[in-house]
């Protein structure tokens, strides 16, 4: 066991950013940067699913 255990609000605050809702906010970030390289490709007259 650590020798200074945690607050309860930092136990608390890395469980937010570790957790759900960490993970929550990592899984629309990467949707976001989809949604905008598509909409980038488009502008560009590209296909944004030609590899």
């Known amino acids: ?3 200074h255990p945690l607050t309860a609000r930092a136990r608390a605050a890395a469980w ?3 957790g759900p809702l960490g993970h929550l906010y990592g899984g629309l970030a990467d949707l976001a ?3 905008w390289r598509v ?6 007259g590209r296909d944004p699913w030609a590899g």
Do not use: F
């Open 1 to 3: 066991m650590a020798s």
């Open 16 to 18: 937010i950013v570790t």
């Open 33 to 35: 940067v989809l949604l």
């Open 39 to 44: 909409a980038l490709a488009r502008a560009r």
